[in-house]
C-alpha cells in the first residue's frame, strides 16, 4: 500500500476496530460487569495483535504480544495517574472539596459572572 489515501482508509478503519472493542461491552452490559471484560478484552486484543506482528516480523510471537501489552498498559497507567495527580492537587489546594466530584466542579457555575458558585464577589 504506497497509495497516501489508502493508508489513510486502512489507518482509519482500524482506528474504529480498535476504539471499539473496549467499548462494546458497555452497550450490553451494567458497568460493574462490563468494565472487567473491557479490560480483558482490551488486553486480549494488544497481546493478540503483538503476537502477530511478532509472526510477520519473525520475532518470538508470544514476546512480541507481551511487548505490546507492556507499552500500551504503560502508556494507558500514564493517562490514568496524570488525572488522578491532577485532582488529587486540585483538592490539596482546596479548589475541590472531597464531597464533590471532579467532574461537576465546573459544571455549575454562576452563568452571569463566569465564577463557580460559591466564588467570593468581586472584581472579574
Request: hydrophobic share 45%.
Amino acid at each position: 500500500m504506497d497509495e497516501p489515501l489508502e493508508n489513510a482508509v486502512a489507518m482509519g478503519i482500524a482506528y474504529v476496530i480498535g476504539s471499539l472493542i473496549p467499548m462494546l461491552p458497555y452497550a450490553g452490559l451494567r458497568v460493574v460487569t462490563a468494565m472487567p471484560v473491557s479490560i480483558a478484552g482490551t488486553m486480549l486484543t494488544l497481546f493478540t495483535s503483538g503476537a502477530l506482528k511478532g509472526r510477520v516480523v519473525k520475532q518470538d510471537w508470544w514476546r512480541s504480544g507481551i511487548a505490546m501489552l507492556s507499552i500500551a498498559g504503560l502508556a494507558g497507567s500514564g493517562g490514568v495517574s496524570h488525572r488522578a495527580g491532577g485532582g488529587l492537587v486540585a483538592a490539596l489546594r482546596g479548589r475541590v472539596s472531597s464531597a464533590e466530584p471532579l467532574r461537576h466542579r465546573f459544571a455549575r457555575q454562576d452563568l452571569a459572572s463566569r465564577r463557580p458558585m460559591g466564588a467570593p464577589k468581586g472584581p472579574v
